[in-house]
């Protein structure tokens, strides 16, 4: 491919509307376009990627014994209703009316229709296994499109479904897979860290995330280096600082004017957080509920929606809190009426804690738990975080930033029950088929490849998934025995079903270079004036800062080699 034939310009300045640095250098590199908030066109370098990637996952899909079919984007809602997803995904489920006001949705993921031909397709346990697979587009209608390709409202995702006779034979499957997403980020030229993981409105019982580490990543990753233990924030567990015991002293009313944060109260009483009970509002499905925590801990607001097994979950506003007679910034769960009380474990890490008293401007000290309160649920509902102890060792844990390149749940008989897909087994009895399903966006696989794989000169792609694999890049295009000799070596390279673009363009070699560099591609092949004096070739790799000189006549061979080895 020449440059100038390709569709698609650098860019020199860095959008506004770029929030990462992904995004910056796609639309940088002229690789995509913004259409709508989360709505994206793949020009033709970044659909290149795009390709590459799909292959990859195809060839290790197809590896693992998966069979590829392809599924409807436009499905009846009636199925979502069915299994009550429809309420789980909430706003985020684009739905729709046809002209006979049938209720359409646009399927954000595709665990409904699997399950359903699963159950015209399969009779019998002879049947069974069954690993099946598409690659198809997504919709979701996300809250905050952010972050490029990262988080969008349109998507690209490959996911499978396994089928299985029973509990051990799903393992299997779930570890098969497993191994077939190691091989894919290998491939691809990532590392990628697996995690424990929440399993959302998938639902499930057990479920990972891969997480490709980078700083800039949306996603936090808790982990623990001496025993391995990783997992999601969303998920992620944690042992949690224990204050001294101490007799429980007596109640006592003190003045806080004007104190209503945990901060303010703590450093009005010079009490440490850890001796404080934070209350925080929330709305779940329409009610009101109160929500008490330790004041030197954050709610993890999806373990919270968990364990009230709500489908919609807000913080409550300040005028809804005050409705229900409560008064902000000195609310306590002691002698509180009329709202639901969500307790976190860590209100029995302490002793002696300082609580609002339920009247402005006072607190009440020496708060236990449970002499002067009571709730209506306990659950771990709090955020994990670095240095805390881990659950499974003890040792101190610590945090990364990441983006989520794929996850796995194993769904069990939730959906099979739900829609009716049984086998009969050798005796004849009837079971449900157990399920597990397996996703990875590739749109996030191309964000977190650029996260991962860059420089401040731009994109350094790994070799298998770049557009090109060479950058063929002549200077002072004007000279005749420079134009000669770079359309001689483009000829033997494409002769050669090497991948090249022949930057044929007569621009200066600081263009050339700078647009070489923001394209990412792994080899640079430089031809100028001063290599023709010594009758050779420039070849670089983007990823290092060192040059070689290579005779013209051997540049093809090498770069062969070149390639192969990387």
Not at 66 to 82: A, R, T, Y
Not at 298 to 313: F, P, W
Request: proline share 4%; glycine share 8%; aromatic share 8%.
């Amino acid at each position: 491919m020449r440059v100038s034939k390709l569709f698609g310009k650098t860019q020199r300045e860095i959008p506004a509307e770029a929030d990462n640095l992904s995004h910056q250098l796609l639309i940088k590199a002229g690789m995509i376009y913004q259409v709508a908030a989360g709505i994206y066109s793949y020009l033709p370098l970044a659909w290149r990627v795009f390709k590459k990637i799909e292959n990859i996952i195809r060839e290790e899909m197809d590896a693992s014994g998966g069979q590829e079919l392809n599924m409807p984007v436009l499905q009846p809602l009636e199925l979502w209703q069915e299994t009550g997803r429809d309420l789980a995904f909430g706003k985020g489920l684009f739905t729709l009316s046809d002209r006979r006001e049938r209720k359409l949705a646009l399927g954000p993921t595709h665990e409904e229709i699997i399950t359903i031909l699963a159950s015209r397709n399969i009779k019998s346990y002879r049947d069974l296994p069954q690993l099946l697979y598409q690659i198809q587009t997504k919709f979701r209608d996300e809250p905050r499109p952010r972050g490029g390709l990262i988080r969008v409202r349109e998507f690209s995702m490959k996911d499978l479904y396994s089928f299985d006779v029973d509990e051990e034979r799903l393992d299997q499957s779930y570890k098969k897979m497993l191994q077939a997403y190691r091989n894919i980020y290998h491939r691809c030229g990532l590392i990628a860290r697996m995690v424990e993981a929440d399993s959302g409105a998938i639902g499930g019982k057990d479920s990972h995330e891969f997480i490709v580490i980078t700083e800039t990543g949306e996603d936090e990753v808790i982990y623990c280096e001496s025993c391995g233990y990783s997992a999601n924030v969303e998920k992620a567990q944690s042992i949690k600082s224990k204050s001294e015991d101490e007799n429980p002293l007596p109640l006592e009313e003190v003045s806080t004017p004007g104190m209503a944060t945990i901060e303010e109260v703590s450093e009005f009483l010079k009490v440490p957080k850890n001796k404080t009970l934070k209350a925080v509002f929330y709305v779940t499905d329409g009610e009101l509920v109160f929500v008490v925590i330790r004041g030197d801990i954050e709610v993890n607001e999806v373990k919270l929606k968990n364990a009230l097994r709500c489908y919609e979950l807000r913080l409550a506003t300040e005028a809804e809190v005050k409705e229900a007679g409560i008064v902000a910034g000195s609310a306590s769960p002691i002698g509180i009426k009329g709202v639901k009380v969500i307790a976190d474990e860590s209100i029995t890490l302490g002793a002696n804690l300082v609580a609002g008293a339920n009247k402005p401007d006072t607190h009440i000290k020496n708060v236990n738990y449970p002499r002067d309160f009571k709730f209506d649920l306990m659950a771990d509902i709090a955020k994990a975080k670095a240095g805390e102890g881990c659950p499974k060792c003890g040792s101190k844990l610590a945090s990364v930033g990441g983006i989520e390149v794929g996850h796995t749940f194993k769904l069990g008989t939730i959906f099979s029950e739900k829609l009716g897909a049984f086998f009969i087994d050798s005796s004849g009895a009837s079971h449900p088929i157990l399920m597990g399903c397996y996703g990875i966006g590739l749109d996030r696989l191309i964000a977190a490849s650029i996260e991962q794989n860059h420089d401040d000169k731009g994109i350094i792609w790994p070799l298998p998934i770049a557009p090109y694999h060479i950058y063929l890049c002549p200077l002072y295009l004007e000279n005749p025995e420079v134009k000669a000799a770079a359309e001689n070596l483009y000829a033997d390279l494409e002769a050669e079903r090497l991948e090249v673009l022949f930057d044929d363009r007569e621009e200066s070699p600081g263009v050339k270079f700078n647009d070489g560099d923001l394209l990412g591609i792994p080899f640079r092949v430089t031809i100028s004036p001063r290599t023709l004096k010594a009758n050779s070739v420039e070849i670089k790799r983007r990823s290092e800062k060192e040059s070689q000189l290579l005779l013209l006549d051997e540049a093809v061979t090498k770069l062969k080699e070149l390639i192969k080895e990387s």
